[in-house]
C-alpha cells in the first residue's frame, strides 16, 4: 500500500493581507481628519517687508468699503468694476505680464467673505496661484 501523499499546494492565501489592508485603512480613516484639524496657523504680522523697487509693479485689486471693486489697471483705474471684468482684465494683464504680482487691497471693514471670493475667482477663472494681501505698517 502506496502512502497518502497530498501534492503541494501552489496558490497563496490572501485572506492575511486583507486583514493587514483593512486595519490599515480603519487607522488611515481615524487619523486623517485628525491631522487636518490639528493645524497651527500663524497669522502674519502687519510690519511685513515692503515689496523691493527693483520688482516690476504689481498689478493691485481694491475693494473699498462698499464693496466696489477697482483694478490699477486699465484706462480709468478709479472706475467701479464688476468682480467678473476684475478677474478678466488680471488674465489680460498676466497674458501680458507672467511675472506680475496680483495683491488685492481691500479695506477693513470689508466682510472676509468677499476678499476670499476674489480669491478664489482668480484663481478659478483666471489661473492666477498666488495672491497677496496689503496691509498698512504697523505702528
Known amino acids: 500500500m502506496k502512502p497518502n501523499r497530498r501534492k503541494p499546494m501552489a496558490e497563496i492565501n490572501v485572506v492575511p493581507y486583507i ?3 483593512l486595519v490599515l ?12 484639524a490639528g493645524v497651527n496657523v500663524d497669522l502674519p ?8 523697487a527693483d520688482e516690476e509693479l504689481p498689478l493691485i485689486a481694491s475693494i473699498d468699503a ?9 484706462a480709468n483705474p478709479d472706475q467701479s468694476l464688476e468682480a467678473h471684468e476684475v478677474v478678466a482684465l488680471v ?3 498676466r497674458e501680458k505680464n507672467p511675472k506680475s504680482m496680483i495683491l488685492i487691497n481691500a479695506d ?3 466682510s472676509h467673505g468677499q476678499v476670499v471670493n476674489l480669491m478664489s475667482m482668480l484663481q478659478k477663472e483666471a489661473g492666477i496661484a498666488n495672491v497677496g494681501i496689503m496691509t498698512e505698517p504697523a505702528g
Not at 485603512?25 to 487636518?36: D, E, K, Q, R, S
Not at 504680522?45 to 523691493?52: F, G, L, T
Not at 462698499?66 to 486699465?74: A, H, I, K, R, T
Open 108 to 110: 477693513k471693514n470689508v
Open 66 to 74: 462698499s464693496g466696489n471693486f477697482y483694478l490699477s489697471v486699465g
Open 45 to 52: 504680522e502687519a510690519d511685513a517687508d515692503p515689496i523691493s
Open 25 to 36: 485603512l480603519v487607522i488611515f480613516m481615524i487619523t486623517a481628519p485628525l491631522i487636518t
Open 91 to 93: 488674465a489680460e494683464h
Open 19 to 21: 486583514d493587514v489592508m
